[in-house]
């Protein structure tokens, strides 16, 4: 997004990771801030829009891309009949409360800006499809798909184009324990035969918030070197 111009309000619980991201993009010759925030927290969320729109004027692109994994919140491995209550309230108050709030207060935003604007929030190949033992994530992740097509209808005519992109395995922390534990059984199932890198998903990202998506709301972009299709 820096690339292409975008001057950038990049969030995340840590504060430092934030930060990592921001000094790149301004050694590079961007323009950017960071910030701490959690996205559960819809406090934390108000402040962060307010926090953005305070040193940029506004807000015309949003990537609501905080997520967590099923390892953050309970052992890895268990059947729906296995997950506590306590994990699967955990996952989704990240992966789905997070993405809501997130769009609550960005869309209040643009409606009060009377320019419209593009969203992208991040889901997955399990917003889509079914994964034992990850009932809680496949869960929120297809909220984020209802989320994604019932904010598109809602604002299409407020010129807000809400998409999201369902990313297949992507080389981050996330996927770095799953990966040595069953990498070579997870691979054999993408046609590709590789993980996506983030960069791959970022253009996709970048190429939804751009005005050459003009005509796109309410999809699902899967971009998962062919897992999808097979
Ligand atoms: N890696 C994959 O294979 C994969 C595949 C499909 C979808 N995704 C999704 O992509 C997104 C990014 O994941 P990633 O693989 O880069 O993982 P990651 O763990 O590397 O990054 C996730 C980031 O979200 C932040 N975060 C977590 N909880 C937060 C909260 N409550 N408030 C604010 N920030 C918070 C973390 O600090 C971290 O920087 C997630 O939504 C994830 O579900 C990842």
Same mark, same amino acid.
């Given at each position: 997004m820096a690339r292409e111009g975008a001057r950038l309000a990049v969030a995340d619980r840590a504060e430092e990771s934030a930060s990592a991201t921001?000094?790149?993009?301004?050694?590079?010759g961007g323009q950017a801030i960071a910030m701490g925030g959690d996205v559960t927290r819809e406090d934390d969320v108000a402040a962060m829009v307010a926090r953005a729109v305070a040193a940029f004027g506004q807000i015309n692109c949003a990537f609501n891309n905080a997520g967590i994994s099923g390892r953050a919140v309970g052992p890895a491995g !268990?059947?729906?009949?296995e997950l506590s209550r306590t994990s699967f309230d955990a996952m989704l108050a990240v992966n789905l409360?997070?993405?809501f709030l997130c769009l609550k207060h960005e869309i209040r935003q643009m409606i009060a800006q009377g320019n419209g604007g593009a969203i992208v929030n991040t889901a997955s190949i399990a917003g889509l499809v079914?994964?034992?033992?990850?009932a809680h994530y496949v869960a929120a992740k297809h909220g984020v798909v209802g989320l994604t097509k019932t904010a598109a209808m809602e604002y299409a005519q407020d010129g807000i184009r809400v998409n999201c992109v369902n990313p297949g395995y992507v080389a981050t922390p996330m996927t770095k324990d799953t990966m040595e534990a069953r990498g070579d059984e997870i691979l054999a199932k993408v046609p590709m035969h590789r993980m996506?890198?983030?960069e791959e998903i970022?253009?996709?990202v970048v190429w939804m918030c751009s005005d050459k998506a003009s005509f796109m709301t309410g999809a699902s !972009?899967?971009?998962?070197?062919g897992y999808f299709a097979a």
């Open positions: 921001v000094e790149l993009i301004n050694a590079a !268990q059947r729906t009949h409360t997070g993405v079914g994964l034992p033992t990850s996506g890198s983030p970022a253009e996709a !972009q899967v971009v998962d070197g």
